[in-house]
């Protein structure tokens, strides 16, 4: 048999790298992320994180002590455009300096977006001061939504919650259900809706909600994928997923 020895060729240019940090017990996001992306010349790549439960502040910013080794094995020893940390109330927990350090720790001056940091970015680019939450969360964690809110000078009207302690329950909400209750928040004194939690199931509705309450609609998926494509200067405009992509 002969055996011959071909030279290959090599890539020299590859698309925009996200590494995408999910909670090991999320049902959601990568879903979403793919949906949005889907056809674009971006490429994802996902880790998964160990999530505790229930989830208390405790046990977030636990979670969180991970990030490097869940980092470094995505793409090992290649360069990633933007991490993206998959989950709302633990950037609250762990705090944004902190996952920002323990992902640049392995992937030096990579750029690193979280669900809470790009609200607070769509809201500042929608110049919205005025907002109710929806959260699937305890009391302990949406105290500490509204604090961060508070600190960021957003007004919070009202807070609506399902008191769910673990994870894996909240990525088992009935869509539907979601959908209906969402619709039922009174939005009259509020300028937007932020639904806060990447494992509900919200992001392939927005567009129906805007329409059918009349307000902005924001969610933790949907700013999440919006502030890692801005990182990656991804800058064509992508419908479908809510009034902040034509933002």
């Not at 998964?48 to 995505?74: F, G, H, S, W």
């Not at 607070?120 to 509204?146: G, R």
């Not at 998926?221 to 997923?241: A, C, M, P, S, V």
């Amino acid at each position: 048999m002969k055996l011959t020895k071909l030279n290959p060729k090599f890539l020299k240019k590859h698309n925009p790298r996200i590494g995408l940090i999910t909670l090991a017990s999320d049902f959601r996001i990568e879903k979403d992320f793919n949906n949005v992306i889907y056809g674009k010349d971006i490429d994802l790549y996902c880790n998964r994180i160990k999530c505790y439960n229930p989830l208390t502040n405790e046990t977030l910013k636990k979670m969180a002590d991970d990030i490097p080794k869940v980092t470094r094995d995505i793409l090992p020893d290649q360069n990633l455009d933007c991490v993206a940390y998959g989950c709302t109330s633990g950037t609250i927990a762990a705090g944004y300096q902190s996952i920002l350090e323990k992902v640049n720790s392995v992937k030096p001056n990579t750029k690193v977006t979280t669900p809470i940091t790009s609200a607070i970015n769509a809201l500042k680019s929608l110049k919205i001061k005025k907002l109710s939450i929806f959260t699937p969360y305890t009391d302990e964690i949406n105290q500490s939504v509204i604090n961060y809110f508070k600190k960021e000078d957003i007004e919070i009207d009202e807070l609506s919650y399902f008191d769910i302690a673990s994870d894996l329950d909240i990525g088992k909400v009935d869509p539907q259900h979601v959908f209906e209750t969402l619709t039922k928040i009174d939005l009259s004194k509020s300028e937007a809706l932020f639904v806060s939690c990447t494992a509900l199931p919200v992001l392939s509705v927005i567009n129906e909600l805007e329409k059918k309450m009349n307000k902005v609609v924001l969610s933790s998926n949907q700013t999440l994928i919006w502030d890692t494509l801005r990182e990656i200067n991804y800058n064509n405009k992508i419908e479908g997923f809510g009034e902040l992509f034509d933002n």
